[in-house]
């Protein structure tokens, strides 16, 4: 083994991103700018009733428009589905979940895709879309979770609705509630969310000279190949998913979503497809995040100790089960937050209903649990009569305890630090002022970093040295905007002694990147720069140990660094890199490596207590928010946005506080102003200027405290930052608005209407019963 | 379908010829003729990521009709500068870290250029009010607002000279 590098060169400076330059010069193609000679331009037609039986549809007089290549129904498709099950995954099995590629007969969300066109121009696409008639008859549905669990309540996934349950039983919970001197129990509703990437979903298909479809698309998952190839009925290496950078993904192009389309009508029409969603297709088009009920009851004692803690969960699983029985298991394992806590029960349920189906989101449900868990908190240390802050502390779960499925997460558990640092940064509160009230909150969490470890993930990376010392990394990660590509060639030039500019990164391609996995649950960097850091390592010894015989040292005398080899301690002795590497090229020495990383892999969780281990590690921080409420109109402004988290350790920071910046604005838009609005399961609010995400008018500047405790179980001991930089966010905000206005807004988002009925709701109080 | 017709769109100082029909969009136009640095997020002007300078104003591309666009003077981001030569916003947005996933940066960069033009000194409601057009959801705009004061602060600097 060569010796690590004693210092930093590359790793921990905010350097600019490799992907920046094309960026703001307008030269980066994204999947959408991508065209064909003779390409063709589709068009989805979609269901307009959410529950229906599909009558009648007739195409004809859409076929039969000039310039209409082709028009495909369920008619015309084999009884196939496509996969909803987790992507990316070699070796597991897979639920039996599909979802039907058209509607064949049964429509059960709104928006269901029922028919597709692809015609010489878009204009006649969208003429010919007109053209399709269509016959629904509606069909009861039912679109609250609790209607859904009711005996007698629609079928939308048979036998009972019910798509997936999970328990954690630890402890004694009873015993638990029967030490505790107060028991709090309150219910919070968290909403759906839209991903409201900038870039909808878009790509381009056609068939090459080897019979392989290739598509280019915008997506979070190459590996969708494979079930791609399963829907369309090809082998699997006849189908090649070429990436490119993706405009935003936040989940929401983590499952399926033009691929299929576009793999069917270049089949049949043997020419380039090209298929972008609008803005409205892309509300209906791609599933949201799980709405969540929760019911937190907490046993706690004078001193603020938690005794017990029972928690009921229940999920809007939507028209088809996609990531929900996943999203539900992070829901799980979160449900008690970063608190100790011994007596824990959490029964948990997935339910489908009629609404837009939902997935995969930023924080995956533990985002969800967050969000209850932290406002009971508050609501606890004031039952209590304890500070905020100083009830956390009571509970929080310290660095090689176990958390809630009996697991010890292997790295520094830093909440306390971050919740003191974060709080103690909002500084002087602002004033009052007429009917603007203050206040503040905070939020502390646990988000796992890396996949369920029952998935057994990989990821594979290789990297080369060029005969002039440059560097090719070759992986297929997606890079959907967090800096993933450029924090790999910061660790690849790391390791090989180079700078930033030396170094190309190739990726995102299924048929010649190695496959690293998907760009989700905060993985990209764990896995893929580790398999990357690994893959470099090896080009290193070998390199390392040909520049040793040339010094005549042992190899662990030398080090890569500034484009030299040297000996450590007489640097005198040295040779530029060029030169070594032809040596090596001269003596058939192997200057590429290709590695495979290997999450741990585990069994699945424990069915009747949940417990075990389910993620690799988890990471750990605290958000703190000032928030002027309005009494009259019940606006809520952020005034402060404090995140404080231990990242493990930076790659970048620069990248790493885009991260908590862009956090902090996703989760500022889930706490307060983006609702999707539905009625009857029709989405009333698929646009912008509907479905309100903050501007540049809303969001303060986000200040950002990162600490690294060097303890990840990722590369250089890095942890994940992608997720856990908005799951804290929003309960942060609900605790401000509570302290401002001394009442609880139960329910997300907290908007003007939500803010004045509880103000109602707190001088009607005040005014009915006079508290002693 | 309406009628079509030739004109010539002078986009970033170059005479560019292109058959559009009446209702064509500026944005489907410019990127018709190979303007794909021109990005469409919503087609309704709710997000701003298609902004180009028409004769020095940030517009929404995807509100302006191709024809109404004749005879202007056009710019996309691309005119403002290229990967060897980066126009100061550029290179304050490059270097700041205030493009994320990219995609709302060709359009929220426009509207940067038209603030420093409009105020050479921006205060940061300057910055707030010209960039609330223009939807971002990865940055939190935190390090955009930052790029646009940095920007600004380069370009003064310039103009005295130094």
């Given at each position: 083994m060569n010796r690590p590098n004693i210092r930093f060169r590359q790793v921990g400076r905010p350097l600019t991103r490799t992907d920046a330059p094309g960026k703001v010069t307008g030269r980066t193609p994204y999947a959408?700018?991508?065209?064909?000679?003779?390409?063709?331009?589709?068009?989805?037609?979609?269901?307009?009733?959410?529950?229906?039986?599909?009558?009648?549809?007739?195409?004809?007089?859409?076929?039969?428009?000039?310039?209409?290549?082709?028009?495909?129904?369920?008619a015309d498709l084999p009884e196939r589905t496509a996969s909803t099950d987790i992507p990316g995954q070699v070796g597991q099995k897979r639920l039996d979940t599909g979802q039907q590629i058209l509607v064949r007969e049964r429509v059960r969300y709104f928006g269901e895709p029922l028919a597709l066109i692809a015609a010489e121009t878009r204009d006649i696409a969208d003429h010919a879309m007109e053209l399709v008639e269509i016959e629904l008859e509606p069909i009861p549905g039912v679109y609250d979770p609790l209607e859904a669990m009711k005996p007698g309540a629609p079928v939308v996934t048979a036998p009972d609705n019910i798509v997936a349950e999970r328990r954690i039983r630890k402890g004694d919970v009873e015993a638990g509630f029967a030490a505790a001197d107060l028991v709090v129990e309150n219910t919070f509703r968290t909403p759906f969310q839209e991903h409201a990437f900038l870039e909808p979903e878009v790509g381009l298909a056609w068939v090459d000279e080897n019979d392989v479809v290739n598509?280019?698309?915008?997506?979070?998952?190459?590996?969708?190949?494979?079930?791609?190839?399963?829907?369309?009925?090809?082998?699997?290496?006849?189908?090649?998913?070429?990436?490119?950078?993706?405009?935003?993904?936040?989940?929401?192009?983590?499952?399926l979503t033009v691929e299929v389309y576009l793999a069917l009508l270049t089949k049949r029409t043997g020419r380039p497809v090209r298929l972008e969603y609008t803005r409205e297709d892309s509300f209906v088009g791609h599933g949201k995040r799980h709405p969540f009920i929760l019911t937190y009851r907490t046993g706690v004692t004078k001193e603020g100790k938690i005794t017990a803690l029972d928690v009921t969960m229940v999920a809007d699983s939507g028209a088809y089960v996609f990531l929900s029985p996943y999203v539900l298991l992070y829901a799980l394992v979160a449900a008690p937050g970063p608190y100790r806590v011994d007596n824990l029960n959490v029964f948990a349920r997935a339910v489908a209903t009629n609404n837009m189906f939902t997935s995969a989101f930023r924080g995956f449900g533990a985002?969800?649990?967050?969000?209850?868990?932290?406002?009971?908190?508050?609501?606890?240390?004031?039952?209590?009569?304890?500070?905020?802050?100083?009830?956390?502390?009571?509970?929080?779960?310290k660095t090689g305890e176990p958390m809630s499925t009996g697991f010890v997460p292997p790295s520094a558990i830093w909440t306390d630090q971050c919740a003191e640092r974060a709080w103690a940064a909002l500084g002087e509160p602002a004033p009052a002022e007429g009917p603007r009230c203050v206040g503040r909150g905070i939020a502390c969490y646990q988000q796992s970093y890396g996949r369920l470890t029952f998935l057994h993930d990989t990821s594979e990376a290789w990297v080369g040295v060029e005969m002039d010392g440059t560097v090719v990394v070759r992986s297929g990660v997606t890079d959907i905007g967090a800096g993933q590509v450029s924090a790999l060639g910061q660790i690849a030039v790391e390791v090989l002694g180079v700078t930033l500019d030396n170094v190309v990164v190739y990726n995102s391609d299924s048929a010649v990147t190695p496959l690293a996995g998907t760009t989700t649950a905060t993985?990209?960097?764990?896995?893929?720069?580790?398999?990357?850091?690994?893959?470099?390592?090896?080009?290193?010894?070998?390199?390392?140990?040909?520049?040793?015989?040339?010094?005549?040292?042992?190899?662990?005398?030398?080090?890569?660094?500034?484009?030299?080899?040297?000996?450590?301690?007489?640097?005198?002795?040295?040779?530029?890199?060029?030169?070594?590497?032809?040596?090596?090229?001269?003596?058939?020495?192997?200057?590429?490596?290709?590695?495979?990383?290997?999450?741990?892999?585990?069994?699945?969780?424990?069915?009747?207590?949940?417990?075990?281990?389910?993620?690799?590690?988890?990471?750990?921080?605290?958000?703190?928010?000032?928030?002027?409420?309005?009494?009259?109109?019940?606006?809520?402004?952020?005034?402060?946005?404090?995140?404080?988290?231990?990242?493990?350790?930076?790659?970048?920071?620069?990248?790493?506080?885009?991260?908590?910046?862009?956090?902090?604005?996703?989760?500022?838009?889930?706490?307060?102003?983006?609702?999707?609005?539905?009625?009857?399961?029709?989405?009333?609010?698929?646009?912008?200027?509907?479905?309100?995400?903050?501007?540049?008018?809303?969001?303060?500047?986000?200040?950002?405290?990162?600490l690294e405790s060097r303890s990840g179980v990722g590369p250089y001991g890095a942890k994940g930052i992608g997720e856990p930089a908005m799951t804290p966010v929003a309960p942060a905000i609900a605790n401000a608005v509570a302290d401002a206005i001394g009442v609880r807004v139960f329910e997300m988002p907290i908007t003007p209407e939500r803010v004045v009925r509880a103000l109602k709701r707190r001088d009607e109080a005040a005014r009915s019963g006079p508290v002693a | 379908m309406s009628t079509e017709r030739t004109i010539m769109l002078r986009v970033n100082g170059r005479d560019e010829p292109g058959?559009?029909?009446?209702?064509?969009?500026?944005?489907?136009?410019?990127?018709?003729?190979?303007?794909?640095?021109?990005?469409?997020?919503?087609?309704?002007?709710?997000?701003?990521?298609?902004?180009?300078?028409?004769?020095?104003?940030?517009?929404?591309?995807?509100?302006?009709?191709?024809?109404?666009?004749?005879?202007?003077?056009?710019?996309?981001?691309?005119?403002?500068?290229?990967?060897?030569?980066?126009?100061?916003?550029?290179?304050?947005?490059?270097?700041?870290?205030?493009?994320?996933?990219?995609?709302?940066?060709?359009?929220?960069?426009?509207?940067?250029?038209?603030?420093?033009?409009?105020?050479?000194?921006?205060?940061?409601?300057?910055?707030?009010?010209?960039?609330?057009?223009?939807?971002?959801?990865?940055?939190?705009?935190?390090?955009?607002?930052?790029?646009?004061?940095?920007?600004?602060?380069?370009?003064?600097?310039?103009?005295?000279?130094r």
């Open positions: 959408g700018d991508y065209v064909m000679p003779g390409m063709l331009h589709m068009g989805v037609v979609r269901a307009d009733i959410a529950s229906a039986r599909l009558v009648r549809l007739d195409v004809s007089k859409a076929r039969a428009l000039a310039g209409v290549a082709c028009v495909l129904t369920a598509i280019r698309v915008s997506t979070q998952v190459i590996e969708h190949f494979r079930p791609i190839a399963d829907a369309i009925g090809v082998p699997h290496n006849k189908v090649r998913i070429r990436g490119a950078l993706v405009g935003g993904g936040f989940g929401g192009k983590e499952d985002l969800q649990a967050c969000a209850a868990y932290e406002q009971q908190m508050d609501e606890v240390a004031q039952a209590v009569g304890l500070d905020r802050l100083e009830l956390r502390r009571r509970n929080f779960l993985r990209a960097l764990y896995m893929t720069g580790n398999a990357v850091k690994q893959a470099a390592e090896g080009v290193r010894a070998r390199l390392v140990d040909r520049a040793a015989r040339a010094f005549g040292v042992e190899p662990d005398a030398v080090d890569l660094g500034d484009n030299l080899a040297f000996v450590v301690d007489d640097p005198e002795k040295s040779m530029p890199l060029v030169e070594l590497v032809r040596t090596c090229g001269a003596e058939g020495i192997h200057r590429s490596e290709l590695a495979m990383f290997r999450a741990p892999f585990t069994d699945f969780l424990d069915p009747e207590t949940g417990q075990g281990q389910a993620h690799p590690d988890y990471a750990y921080g605290a958000h703190a928010v000032e928030v002027a409420v309005d009494v009259d109109t019940g606006e809520v402004e952020v005034l402060k946005s404090v995140a404080a988290h231990d990242v493990g350790q930076c790659i970048n920071p620069a990248a790493v506080e885009g991260q908590i910046q862009g956090g902090a604005q996703n989760g500022q838009g889930y706490a307060l102003s983006e609702e999707m609005l539905y009625e009857e399961g029709r989405l009333i609010t698929p646009s912008f200027s509907e479905y309100l995400m903050p501007t540049a008018m809303d969001m303060p500047k986000v200040e950002c405290i990162i | 058959r559009f029909p009446a209702h064509r969009t500026l944005l489907e136009a410019l990127r018709q003729i190979g303007h794909t640095e021109v990005k469409s997020g919503c087609e309704k002007g709710d997000c701003g990521a298609c902004a180009v300078l028409v004769d020095g104003m940030a517009v929404d591309s995807c509100l302006t009709l191709a024809w109404t666009a004749e005879g202007a003077e056009i710019t996309t981001v691309s005119g403002l500068g290229d990967l060897d030569a980066l126009h100061p916003v550029q290179q304050a947005f490059s270097d700041g870290g205030a493009a994320q996933c990219g995609y709302c940066t060709p359009g929220i960069i426009i509207a940067a250029k038209a603030i420093i033009d409009r105020h050479p000194d921006p205060t940061e409601e300057d910055i707030r009010i010209g960039l609330s057009g223009n939807l971002c959801r990865c940055t939190g705009y935190t390090k955009v607002f930052e790029a646009v004061s940095e920007a600004a602060a380069i370009m003064r600097a310039g103009s005295d000279g």
